[in-house]
């Protein structure tokens, strides 16, 4: 049977991606092991067999994952796991929904009603039915769906900003 967990959107734009393959599938499969306060309950010999490479490539990938990412841009200086007993805890962890709930309408009211049918990321008019709400802070990044955080959008627009912060636009 196969298993299915979330993935935060920050995690489709890390610098993960540019680790050697070996880094990425110990990643995951941590991902995929831990609770929802981010332990991965687990020996060394066992996170190896969950893995299935070989000990020292998957020292090498903790080794790595541990370490600081001159690439991180989320505020923090990289490290993606820490050793703990029984185990390692992936850092910055958190369990979001899986279904997000509707922005409610009076908020997108007032979003709309302050800002009108214009995307705020190209400066054109947005089609009945292509609004999107945006957060100038992602929501994966903890931005709430207020009105002081939500701005309206072409559905491309959204898609292709991502969760990347107003700063790298």
């Known amino acids: 049977m196969p298993i299915f967990f979330p993935v935060p959107a920050a995690f489709i734009h890390s610098s993960m991606w540019s680790q050697p393959a070996a880094t990425r599938l110990v990643w995951v499969t941590m991902l995929a092991m831990c609770d929802d306060d981010g332990i991965v309950d687990s020996?060394?010999?066992?996170?190896?067999?969950?893995?299935?490479?070989?000990?020292?490539?998957?020292?090498?990938?903790?080794?790595?994952l541990a370490a600081p990412d001159v690439w991180d841009n989320g505020g923090t200086d990289g490290r993606c796991v820490e050793a703990v007993e029984r185990g390692w805890r992936i850092i910055g962890?958190?369990?979001?929904?899986?279904?997000?709930?509707?922005?409610?309408s009076a908020v997108r009211a007032e979003v709309l009603a302050r800002d009108g049918m214009t995307c705020w990321l190209c400066t054109h008019a947005i089609a009945d039915g292509d609004l999107h709400l945006d957060h100038v802070i992602p929501w994966?990044?903890?931005?709430?769906?207020t009105p002081s955080n939500l701005r309206p959008a072409h559905a491309r627009c959204n898609i292709q900003r991502g969760n990347r912060p107003v700063r790298e636009l």
């Open 43 to 64: 020996s060394l010999s066992a996170l190896v067999a969950a893995v299935g490479l070989p000990k020292s490539s998957v020292i090498d990938a903790l080794a790595t």
């Open 93 to 104: 962890y958190s369990v979001q929904p899986s279904v997000r709930a509707a922005i409610p």
């Open 140 to 145: 994966s990044r903890g931005g709430p769906d």
